[in-house]
Nanobody, 113 residues
Framework: QVQLVESGGGLVQAGGSLRLSCAAS????????MVWYRQAPGKQRELVAG?????STNYADSVKGRFTISRDKNAVYLQMNSLKPEDTAVYYC?????????WGQGIQVTVSS
């Protein structure tokens, strides 16, 4: 099993930056992809950015050029720059492998205008 714990959220003004971290523990060798999702009030959860074990990345169009995802052996990070009020959401980390997946508990990001 894999456990995920997010950190780094909070309140920031529009135009500011935050860096989210997601630390993985447990059977981390089973992880292939690590992905950040977010869910704003009244909206469906959406993919923000993902990174595969080989290092390839993908981003939602709404965050391209502003967010950067990276990972090391047992963590994934999301550097968020030029934040906008519409980035306000609960951000979730997800790890997936051939025989497993796991979600973090979520962390709040609030961007004030």
């Amino acid at each position: 099993q894999v456990q995920l714990v997010e950190s780094g959220g909070g309140l920031v003004q529009a135009g500011g930056s935050l860096r989210l971290s997601c630390a993985a523990s447990g059977s981390i060798v089973s992880i292939n992809a690590m992905v950040w999702y977010r869910q704003a009030p009244g909206k469906q959860r959406e993919l923000v950015a993902g990174v595969a074990s080989g290092g390839s990345t993908n981003y939602a169009d709404s965050v391209k050029g502003r967010f950067t995802i990276s990972r090391d052996k047992n963590a994934v990070y999301l550097q968020m720059n030029s934040l906008k009020p519409e980035d306000t959401a609960v951000y979730y980390c997800r790890a997936a492998g051939p025989l497993m997946y796991a979600w973090g508990q979520g962390i709040q990001v609030t961007v004030s205008s």
